[in-house]
């Protein structure tokens, strides 16, 4: 009898292909099925079960033929519009069954995916439980460390996130010069980071964003902290960062990038280590 399957639920990006590989070098049998319209890696090594987000009783049909008792859902997605739901013949007979979770935002759609899979009687696991060596690991993961003022801004983030937290606000902050000046929101880490970018951009376009203030702490310098918020579901929500994130710190003068040890994801972590040293930035788990 072929051994139960931990199904991958992939959406956009290198997560699901990072968690595939780690799980099957740890014997597991993997099973991908692929979101229409969302996955693109490369999963050729692997069973696929192509799925649709909007299809609740398809991807039930595959997690079974997948033979799967696990699922972890990896990836990028977007929530559908009613609309889109309603244009396909399949969904239309399943719009009331889904129209609790595509409503209310990307958290609660991934929310809603978890209890819709548990209801019918699969356990949904968490990176951190099939893949733990992506989650970041305790101290410098590159060439360089921080300074003792940046362990102070370092501490200052996570005071701030531990804070923040309690109210389910962001993931992430930017300390420099011993004050917060940006907190991830809705927007995301990526236009966090830009944002801050463009408080510290010089000239009449800066001023404007700016409201005629003067540049927030002009010199480069400052760190991005990321950290899980308190009541955190890992299986729905983790934060993470990777390559992109480094370049965009580095854009916006960072001197390096602090992130929770064993509760923040580190994409493609060769490339993203690589590109923190090129970058002259540090890279540490705290």
Known sequence: MARPALAIIAGAGRLPAEIAAEAAGRGEAVAILPLK???????????????????????????????????????????????????????????????????????????????????????????????????????????????????EGIAIGRRALAAMGADDIGQGVIVAQKRVL???????????IRRVALLRRPGLFGRLLRHGRPPVAEQDGGVLVKAAKPEQDFRADLPGIGPRTVRLARKAGLAGIAIEAGNVLVLERDATIAAADAANLFLVGV
């Open 182 to 192: 940006a907190v991830e929101a809705a927007e995301g880490t990526d236009n966090m």
């Open 37 to 151: 319209g969302f996955a693109d890696a490369d999963f050729a090594s692997y069973a696929q079960y192509p799925v649709s987000l909007i299809d609740p009783k398809g991807v039930l049909q595959e997690l079974s033929r997948a033979g799967a008792d696990r699922v972890i859902l990896a990836g990028a997605v977007h929530r559908p519009g009613l609309g889109m739901v309603r244009s396909g013949i399949q969904a239309v007979r399943h719009l009331e069954e889904i129209r609790n979770v595509l409503e209310g935002g990307d958290d609660n759609l991934l929310r809603g995916v978890i209890a819709f899979l548990e209801k019918h009687g699969y356990a949904v696991v968490g990176v951190r439980d099939v893949a733990p060596s992506l989650m970041a690991p305790v101290g410098t993961l590159g060439h360089l460390s921080p300074s003792p003022a940046e362990l």
